[in-house]
């Protein structure tokens, strides 16, 4: 009986990720010269606020965006696919719907 499974192209996956993650920088400001905040703005405590949102969320990209970056290199290497824990392969499945994982589900239920 012949695999009819479609095979998953990670490599594409992680690109488009890439691709969308500097999107959401560059829609941030952050890929370019960065955001301007308007120091004449009456309500200062607003644009610290909302600044600091700005931050956390770039952060958080920016770490995403090293994560796919990462799982493109172990994809080079050869070393895709293996879990940093136990180094046993991560259930195509969870790849597909998380391609940059770094972790299988047991290994990650402990972190």
């Known amino acids: 009986m012949a695999n009819d499974a479609p095979t998953v192209d990670y490599r594409a996956l992680l690109e488009e990720e890439k691709r969308d993650l500097e999107a959401k920088l560059q829609e941030l400001g952050l890929g370019g010269p960065?955001?301007?905040?308007?120091?004449?703005?009456?309500?200062?405590?607003?644009?610290?606020?909302?600044?600091?949102?700005?931050?956390?969320?770039?952060?958080?990209?920016?770490d995403t965006l090293e994560?796919?970056?990462?799982?493109?290199d172990k994809l080079?290497?050869?070393?895709?696919?293996?879990?940093?824990?136990?180094?046993?392969?991560?259930?195509p499945v969870r790849l597909e719907a998380m391609p940059?994982?770094?972790?299988?589900i047991?290994?990650?239920s402990k972190h």
């Open 34 to 62: 960065g955001l301007t905040y308007d120091s004449n703005f009456a309500d200062s405590s607003q644009v610290t606020a909302e600044r600091g949102e700005v931050e956390a969320l770039a952060a958080k990209l920016r």
């Open 67 to 72: 994560e796919v970056e990462q799982a493109l």
């Open 76 to 91: 080079g290497e050869g070393t895709y696919g293996a879990c940093e824990g136990c180094r046993q392969p991560i259930d």
């Open 100 to 104: 940059a994982t770094r972790y299988c």
């Open 106 to 108: 047991n290994c990650a």
